[in-house]
């Protein structure tokens, strides 16, 4: 996160963003608002325990899952100073990360698709890492369940969660294991495919590892992987 503090605010400065007073507004999105109306009813966010943060910065929109939510207003240089000692707060962090990064032109889709593109996302994954990596054992962290579906009828697969209701669940065969297997399936797998919430919880670090490749997913690592010049899959979002 110190890293990621630090790359800011060399933004900031290389852009002559002057007025630390610019006014940054978060709040969380309703499950339709997120993510729209997809054909399936299974995604995490439909079940509550979280939501999508979305900060405004001069127009342009970011967002970043997390656990804790709840309405933010402030300045710029109070956002880029504030302590990042929870999951609240790294969500107003990274979510403003994406929305100025975005409005400065540095990188897209930093909002979640929505309706059909989230099945369209599913039908490319597979191509993608085919193309990217060829014949791979692919280690999941995160229970998105249209990836599930496809990556582990195409790839040697496992997949971890940190949510109860979802670990033990079988798909294809390949059954949804607990955080405590994460360092296990890191050292078994050649490519790790991590939730870009990772960064909201603080947990993104223990899936850079020296000797394999990582791809995070999603619109929360919009701006972290810019920064810290990380590969990120996330070929529907808006």
């Not at 890293?3 to 900031?12: A, F, G, P, S, V």
């Not at 890492?129 to 579906?149: D, L, S, T, Y």
């Amino acid at each position: 996160m110190e890293e990621l503090r630090e790359k800011i605010i060399n933004i900031i400065r290389d852009y002559i963003i002057k007025d630390g007073r610019v006014r940054v507004t978060a709040r969380p999105l309703s499950s339709q608002e997120a993510i729209g109306n997809p054909e399936h009813s299974d995604y995490p966010i439909q079940k509550g325990r979280e939501r999508l943060m979305r900060a405004d910065f001069n127009g342009a929109h970011g967002v970043a899952f997390t656990d804790m939510f709840g309405d933010y207003e402030g300045f710029l240089y109070e956002m880029v100073n504030m302590k990042l000692d929870n999951n609240f707060r790294r969500a107003i962090f990274i979510s403003t990360i994406n929305a100025m990064l975005k409005s400065l032109g540095l990188i897209e889709k930093t909002s979640h698709c929505k309706d059909k593109g989230l099945v369209d996302c599913q039908k490319s994954a597979v191509n993608f890492f085919k193309k990217r990596f060829g014949n791979v054992k692919i280690f999941q962290v995160g229970f998105q369940p249209r990836f599930v579906e496809v990556l582990s009828k195409e790839f040697e697969f496992r997949v971890t969660d940190m949510d109860e209701e979802n670990i033990g669940k079988r798909i294809n065969g390949v059954m949804v294991e607990r955080p405590e297997e994460i360092e296990k399936n890191v050292q078994w797998c050649d490519v790790i495919f991590a939730t870009g919430s990772s960064f909201v919880n603080d947990t993104y670090k223990q899936f850079i590892v020296k000797g394999k490749q990582t791809v995070f997913y999603g619109v929360s690592c919009a701006g972290p992987v810019y920064l810290l010049d990380l590969e990120r899959y996330c070929p529907e979002g808006l």
